[in-house]
């Protein structure tokens, strides 16, 4: 697996590109580095084999840094984590910052440090804040840099396409909330962990949201012509999706499920996952 060329996103903002293995339709995972005053920060690096840690080492070279600060993880999951042993080998200073919520699934080697909404890191005179975006994952983080109105978004939005919200992890209420307070931020830049890097506001952010209550329109759609299975609503909803991520899909449609259920919107009538489930 390669690393593809990086992209100066905006002055102190690299994208790079990592191949990684993560859901389809995607096949990278975007580690970005921010710096200032030539300090340097690297955002979910996903993976960390020697050309990669030639490529983090070039982009910091760009960018003028003299000390790597960290890493921040906007969340565990593998693809977002691959490179951080590699890092710590290369740069034995630096800390680990990840979500305080997530820090049981971080490695104990790592010794990472817990991160929390409205928490501040200095990046030289720079400040970054961390801001929370849970619904992805357990305890998702998004790091704003209001000075650039940059917001690096990890898992909250795609550059392109859809994110996937699912069971286990995954609340598609928590989820709505978050893209709500990342939109209030007013962001100039949206960089995402997966597709190119928004540079249309916060529209990446209202379309998400959009297309997130659209599914849930269309599964009480379904549901209105009676009970169905969660294998009869995969199939009414995703009528196309290859057999290898049907399990994929059928737990994003157990996510709206449960926010429905909680609502008392839809009642769950069987003994297992597969419902039969109903309208209330």
């Known amino acids: 697996m390669?690393?593809?060329?990086?992209?100066?996103?905006?002055?102190?903002?690299?994208?790079?590109?990592l191949a990684t293995t993560t859901l389809p339709p995607f096949r990278h995972t975007n580690a970005y580095l921010l710096a200032a005053d030539g300090v340097g920060l690297v955002v979910?690096?996903?993976?960390?084999?020697?050309h990669v840690l030639g490529a983090f080492d070039a982009a910091l070279d760009s960018l003028g840094?003299?000390?790597?600060?960290?890493?921040?993880?906007?969340?565990?999951?593998?693809?977002?984590?691959?490179g951080v042993d590699t890092l710590?080998?290369?740069y034995p200073d630096l800390t680990v910052w990840a979500p305080a919520g997530e820090l049981a699934r971080c490695e104990p080697r790592w010794r990472a440090v817990g991160?929390?909404?409205?928490?501040?890191?200095?990046?030289?005179?720079?400040v970054l804040t961390a801001i929370g975006t849970p619904?992805?994952?357990l305890d998702h983080l998004s790091l704003w840099w209001s000075q650039l109105r940059l917001l690096v978004a990890g898992d909250l939005v795609a550059g392109e396409g859809s994110m996937w919200v699912g069971l286990p992890d995954g609340d598609v209420a928590v989820y709505l909330d978050s893209l709500a307070r990342a939109a209030a931020l007013d962001p100039l830049l949206v960089a995402p962990a997966h597709g190119p890097v928004r540079r249309d506001g916060a529209a990446v952010l209202h379309t998400a949201r959009a297309h997130r209550l659209q599914r849930e329109a269309e599964l009480l759609?379904?549901?209105?012509?009676?009970?169905a299975s969660l294998p009869r609503l995969r199939e009414a909803l995703y009528p196309e999706v290859p057999e290898a991520t049907r399990d994929f899909a059928e737990r994003s449609i157990l996510a709206h499920l449960l926010k429905l259920m909680r609502e008392r919107r839809v009642a769950h009538l069987g003994d297992g996952p597969d419902g039969p489930y109903a309208l209330v």
């Not at 992209?7 to 790079?16: D, S």
């Not at 840094?65 to 691959?82: F, N, S, Y």
């Not at 991160?115 to 720079?126: N, T, Y």
């Not at 759609?221 to 009970?227: C, I, Q």
């Open 88 to 90: 710590q080998q290369r």
């Open 135 to 137: 619904g992805h994952s």
């Open 2 to 17: 390669s690393a593809l060329e990086p992209e100066a996103v905006v002055e102190g903002v690299v994208r790079l590109p």
């Open 44 to 50: 979910d690096p996903g993976a960390g084999e020697d």
């Open 221 to 227: 759609t379904t549901l209105r012509d009676g009970p």
């Open 65 to 82: 840094v003299r000390l790597v600060k960290g890493i921040v993880l906007t969340h565990t999951h593998r693809d977002h984590v691959g």
């Open 115 to 126: 991160l929390r909404h409205g928490r501040r890191l200095m990046l030289g005179s720079a």
